[in-house]
């Protein structure tokens, strides 16, 4: 079979029933998430699909290298904040292995649109790590109209360099987006796959929609918006975002590349204060389900057959693993994966493997491990068992009624930890807010 091109869909601080797809309500202007209710729709929609981590540079560094994050010590910073700029050690090592340098080395054009969060240049950079395009922000968050990071630096940047460009970063993104896709669509190029990896910072902070631009001023000397946003502006910078996909759609169908294009969806980590969870506790920061369980959506004419659901237990760093296989690139020997491909889901949804899956947290000392139907979960030194398949509330502690079970799951979080670094004395947590800002969830 040719080999698909490859889009790489990654929103911030989704909530896991943020989509109309995955339960979430109506706003008062209607669905929130059409496009994408529609690319589950005519594809697959994943409803026990993990990210590595429940805060977003972690989980970026498992996504560029198809392995567990633990192992590089940028990621152990929960997350990178903008006070690292000039670090040398906070970022994405250019001579580690990357999805897009593996790509690249197998043909593909690689092009990065959106945000970065691995470091800042010139030690670290997209184009440092495999992707022959970049534009988008290097910081973890932005203001969408100054594209300003929170240390109050502008923030945005065409490959290598800072650029100027007005506009709401969002539609900035779309747009650029489709630019790309239709320049892949030039016959010239003789059919060399594309990947794209399209990095929204939407829904994160700050709460701005496309009409709220007199915010930008308000909140340049915190992005983290405290006294701001509500649940309507929320849903509709979900909404901008999804129209800005359905354009990526659009240009993809006109220039005749829809069916032999994977679009893969997801979020960096659970959701953040205006998000939707249900049935999930817990958000952006927990190893709770809210944390870490987040939408995966496939779509595939050619290969993935409309309407399916699958309940396969997955990883961001398998997604990796997964467009590595099909894109016929080679892992490097000298950095085995982590990650588990998932090719064969694509191809027939019905089936499943038993996939175990480890997560730590220097915040809250948390711990989680999920195999089968049950997860073992340790925050604040308090350990909990539970069966997420009837109980994905996370409010049935089985734990003294299973204690035998409870050991056996913990004793194989203590053996997998083992075989990871141990997190760093210097590792920084990031809250940004904390109880004496909002009641805890």
Not at 38 to 50: D, F, I, N
Not at 158 to 184: A, I, Q
Not at 313 to 328: N, P, R, V
Request: glycine content about 10%; overall charge negative.
């Amino acid at each position: 079979m040719k080999r698909p091109n490859i889009i790489f869909i990654v929103a911030d601080d989704l909530g896991f029933a943020d989509l109309g797809c995955y339960g979430g309500r109506e706003a008062e202007f209607g669905p929130v998430s059409p496009v994408l209710d529609q690319l589950a729709a005519h594809g697959l929609r994943m409803t026990e699909g993990y990210a590595n981590s429940p805060v977003c540079s972690p989980t970026r560094f498992a996504l560029m290298t198809a392995r567990y994050q633990y192992r590089l010590r940028g990621a152990a910073d929960e997350p990178i904040s903008s006070k690292s700029k000039g670090s040398t050690t906070l970022g994405l090592p250019p001579e580690h292995p990357t999805l897009p340098s593996l790509l690249k080395q197998a043909g593909y054009h690689t092009a990065l649109i959106g945000k970065w969060h691995l470091g800042y240049p010139p030690i670290f950079s997209p184009l440092q790590s495999g992707y022959d395009e970049f534009f988008g922000p290097m910081s973890g968050g932005v203001d969408y109209f100054s594209h300003c990071s929170n240390n109050g630096t502008h923030d945005l940047y065409l490959n290598e360099t800072e650029h100027n460009e007005e506009g709401y970063l969002t539609d900035l993104l779309s747009r650029r987006s489709v630019d790309y896709v239709r320049r892949m669509a030039d016959p010239a190029r003789k059919g060399q796959p594309f990947f794209l990896s399209l990095h929204y910072t939407a829904p994160h902070w700050p709460w701005e929609t496309r009409d709220d631009s007199a915010v930008a001023h308000q909140v340049k000397g915190n992005l983290f918006h405290l006294e701001g946003g509500n649940i309507h502006t929320y849903r509709r910078m979900i909404h901008h975002m999804d129209e800005g996909i359905g354009w990526v759609v659009d240009a993809l169908r006109e220039t005749g590349q829809i069916d032999n294009t994977l679009i893969v969806f997801t979020s960096d980590n659970g959701g953040e204060r205006f998000s939707d969870n249900w049935p999930l506790v817990g958000g952006k920061m927990d190893l709770t389900e809210g944390g870490i369980r987040v939408p995966w959506i496939a779509h595939w004419p050619a290969v993935i057959p409309p309407g399916s659901v699958s309940e396969q237990h997955c990883l961001t760093m398998d997604w990796s693993a997964t467009l590595l296989e099909l894109g016929g690139a080679t892992p490097a020997a000298s950095h085995p994966l982590d990650g588990v491909s998932l090719a064969a889901v694509l191809r027939e949804p019905s089936q499943a493997f038993e996939r175990a899956m480890f997560w730590r947290m220097n915040h809250r000392g948390q711990r989680a491990m999920r195999q089968g139907p049950w997860k073992y979960l340790r925050v604040d030194g308090n350990d909990y068992l539970f069966n997420i398949s009837a109980d994905a509330r996370e409010r049935a502690n089985l734990a003294t009624r299973d204690p035998d079970r409870l050991a056996a799951m913990r004793q194989a979080w203590e053996d997998w930890n083992t075989s990871m670094p141990p997190i760093p004395e210097d590792a920084t947590i990031s809250l940004g807010y904390s109880a004496k800002d909002m009641p805890q969830r």
